[in-house]
């Protein structure tokens, strides 16, 4: 998971005018990349790159007032929700022709954006999209995969798109042939929300951004030792006074049942299932403070807004944990469509290594009881998890040997998210002028971040074993959105290019062209990246 200690190995959119970023880095800004003398064509700019790309002809397909998005007479409601948010980024082009579904048997009319549900063998997520003079098909096998055609889409366009308002835009799609689908099915992005609180509309922008590049997994760390950042009803106070604080002192917060509900909705609809994690036995200070019978010895310790860890465990002799930790995961289960619940798991020092095998194995019980698969930080793999449990490598292999029990896990059946500190901690410094952040996974920039292979990582986990792979972001360091975005980006779009492409699109030089011309809209979105001295950025 995260070795928290910088000392220790074990420790959307800002103002834009005429597309310019005025936003302040949180950490050292290296200098600006030299400048692309002009931008790649939109159909070689596509990130993730897409499993096959052709150009058809020159024969564009403009866009206008009176095109109109169709779907089909008996197209499912998320389908035409779907429609929806399409005609919403097109407007105000598409504004008078709108949605429309198609009479039964009624083909696409010329000069349409059709969105189409029919049988493939792309899977849930892929899709084709078709584009001429003639108007854009995009197909698929599922909603999802509709979706992810959108946002393809949505890259071929101009950058105008994203400014609604441009004066004079015209949005033009070139001709071409789409096919795609993910490598991965697990392809995540993580924010430590504990040790510095991230108000919900900035976590709203983080969703936005990871949509556009089809991520699919946020995966929320909502307590720690800094604090507890969700509402529980039978136990008010983890929030109350678990809440209170953050790293450094200042002022903390949390999420009211009803802010997280619409969190989760959020993602939903940009098809991003939230994972919530409740970090247990340990990292646990904030749940102790609230609650002395947590306590071994039924003394609450202070609120803490340092950054050590292992100092912290709950007492897991004690009937009342288990009755406490079944309430959490109750509640936030029910608040949480998506399969999976988060226990943590990792840097446990207060406990005997039997005793923490007892502790995972109980509380992975628990949350199977309440409907979810049970995720845990590598450490958790040398319990005895049901295969249907996932286990999430953090620790980097030394010298060819597995620093955790993945491996064993694996050849129980389970799988394994990687997280791989050295290539996924988007907390580290990208490099040595950075001057918040964290580094004792190394230093890494965007190009270590991009050229790795997953199915290499960790002995004995690949191929079946392999769910995807994830980007946690840790916010010792972070204190604002700007922050946690500076870190993130541009390292997490190489990411998910990783998760998603096939390992043979693996082209650096390749990859950082097409980056460096995605300047413009994410600056257009306003997105505070890191502007990498190696990557020849195009910023107009």
């Known amino acids: 998971m995260r070795l928290r200690s910088i000392v220790s190995p074990r420790a959307l959119r800002l103002p834009l005018f005429a597309g310019l970023v005025l ?41 206008t007032d009176s095109t109109r998005i169709v779907i089909a007479a008996d197209a499912a409601p998320d389908v035409e929700r779907l429609a929806g948010q399409l005609s919403a980024m097109l407007a105000p082009a598409t504004s008078v022709g709108g949605v429309s579904r198609l009479a039964p048997g009624e083909a696409p009319p010329p000069r349409s954006i059709s969105l189409q549900v029919a049988p493939d063998t792309l899977g849930d997520e892929g899709y084709t999209l078709s584009a001429d003079g003639n108007g854009v098909v995009i197909r698929a096998g599922a909603t999802h995969g509709l979706f992810n055609g959108t946002q393809t889409l949505r890259q071929l366009l101009p950058v105008s798109v994203e400014h609604r308002a441009a004066v004079r835009r015209v949005l033009v799609v070139p001709a071409v042939q789409v096919t795609d689908r993910p490598r991965y099915a697990w392809r995540g992005a993580m924010l430590d929300v504990a040790r510095h609180f991230l108000p919900a509309d900035d976590v709203k922008r983080y969703i936005d951004a990871m949509a556009l590049f089809k991520l699919n997994r946020l995966h929320l760390h909502l307590s720690d030792d800094q604090g507890w950042r969700i509402e529980i009803t039978s136990w008010p106070n983890l929030a109350r006074t678990g809440g209170r604080t953050q790293v450094g002192g200042m002022a903390g917060g949390y999420y009211t049942q009803a802010q997280y509900a619409d969190l989760v909705a959020y993602a939903a609809e940009r098809f991003i299932t939230v994972v919530p994690e409740i970090d247990m036995p340990g990292h646990t200070n904030a749940a102790l403070a609230s609650y002395p019978e947590l306590n071994c010895d039924d003394v609450a310790p202070p609120l803490y807004t340092g950054i050590k860890v292992g100092f912290s465990a709950l007492c897991a002799s004690r009937d009342t944990v288990y009755r406490f930790i079944d309430d959490v995961v109750r509640e936030i289960s029910a608040l949480t469509p998506g399969a999976y619940f988060h226990m943590g798991g990792d840097e446990v020092e207060k406990l005997g290594h039997e005793e923490y095998l007892r502790f995972v194995e109980r509380v992975e019980g628990i949350v199977r009881a309440h409907g979810k698969r049970a995720i845990g930080w590598g450490e958790i793999a040398a319990a005895r998890l049901d295969p249907s449990s996932v286990v999430q490598h953090w620790r980097p292999a030394r010298n060819g040997k597995p620093s955790d029990s993945s491996h064993v896990h694996a050849a129980r059946g389970g799988q394994v998210i990687l997280s791989p500190g050295n290539r996924t901690y988007i907390d580290m410094k990208y490099d040595s002028s950075t001057t ?44 604002r959105r700007t922050d946690f975005e500076y870190l993130a980006f541009p390292r997490l779009i190489a990411l998910a290019e990783v998760g998603w492409s096939p390992q043979s699109a693996g082209n650096w030089k390749n990859f950082r062209d097409r980056l460096g011309s995605n300047a413009p809209r994410l600056s257009a979105v306003g997105i505070n990246f890191h502007r990498s001295r190696d990557i020849p950025w195009r910023e107009q």
């Open 436 to 479: 918040l952040c964290l580094g004792w996974a190394g230093l890494f920039d965007v190009r270590y971040a991009y050229e790795w292979d997953p199915e290499t990582v960790t002995p004995g986990v690949s191929g079946r074993s392999l769910l995807g792979i994830e980007a946690p972001l840790w916010s010792e360091t972070l204190e």
């Open 23 to 63: 936003a302040v880095a949180a950490c050292h800004r290296a200098p600006r990349g030299r400048l692309a003398p002009r931008p790649l064509p939109s159909t070689q700019a596509l990130i993730p790159a897409p499993l096959g790309l052709r150009v058809v002809s020159s024969d564009s397909f403009i866009i």
